[in-house]
């Protein structure tokens, strides 16, 4: 399975960055999960969880306040805050 380059991002700080299996969001319209070969997409976030699966399947969540998320070329992107 092609995996997917995760980097997230607060105002503060860089909170992750690697390879992951999926990623779960809060969507403004509703949670979606982002998986490899996703097709490219920009969407902003509300408050909720925000989850991701490792590539030794140790799923991480975390709580944002919102933010933006943007996919492309297997790299995705999320500004939280």
Known sequence: MKELHLSIVSPEKEIFDGEVNSVTLPGAMGSFTILPQHAPIVSSLKEGKL???T???EECTLDIQ???VE???GKV???VS
């Open 71 to 73: 996919m492309s070329d």
């Open 51 to 53: 989850s991701y699966v």
């Open 66 to 68: 919102g933010g933006f």
């Open 77 to 79: 992107s999320v500004c």
């Open 55 to 57: 590539d030794d399947n």
